[in-house]
């Protein structure tokens, strides 16, 4: 028997969730998130709208990379094709309030009326 086919699907399957990984994480962002002793893990049935910030000139919004300038209206395009949905906001916790404050406004002014800040569960 030739178990040559086999050993290649394997592999493609094994390069397939290797870059899936990568580009989840991308979208997520390799921040470390604040800790925090309250709250709960969610199940999510809607996908939120995911903003990692990158830098004090752009953020990550879905896996995409934004000028914050652009921010606002990105997420306005986004609403308009998921109304009610939720924003997720990512950053460090070494990130000083400055740079978070550009992207909560952003939010404010696209209208969203639900905002997540993303935490760690601390032990």
């Known amino acids: ?11 493609c399957l094994i390069v397939f969730y290797l870059i899936v990984g ?3 994480m991308e979208r997520e962002g390799l921040a470390r ?7 709960e893990e969610q199940d999510d049935y809607v996908e939120p709208i995911v903003i990692a910030i990158i830098d ?3 953020v990550s ?5 934004t000028a914050i300038e652009r921010l606002e209206s ?6 308009a094709q998921q ?3 939720t924003v997720r906001l990512r950053a460090g916790r070494e990130m000083a309030y400055e740079l978070v404050e550009p992207v909560i ?5 696209a209208g969203v009326t639900s905002l997540e800040l993303a935490t760690e569960r601390s032990p």
């Open 56 to 58: 004090a000139e752009s």
């Open 105 to 109: 406004e952003a939010c404010r002014g």
């Open 61 to 65: 919004v879905d896996g995409v990379e």
């Open 74 to 79: 990105v997420l306005s395009g986004k609403r």
């Open 83 to 85: 109304p009610g949905v």
């Open 22 to 24: 990568h580009l989840v």
């Open 1 to 11: 028997m030739n178990v040559t086919p086999m050993i290649d699907v394997v592999m």
């Open 33 to 39: 998130l604040p800790e925090s002793m309250r709250g």
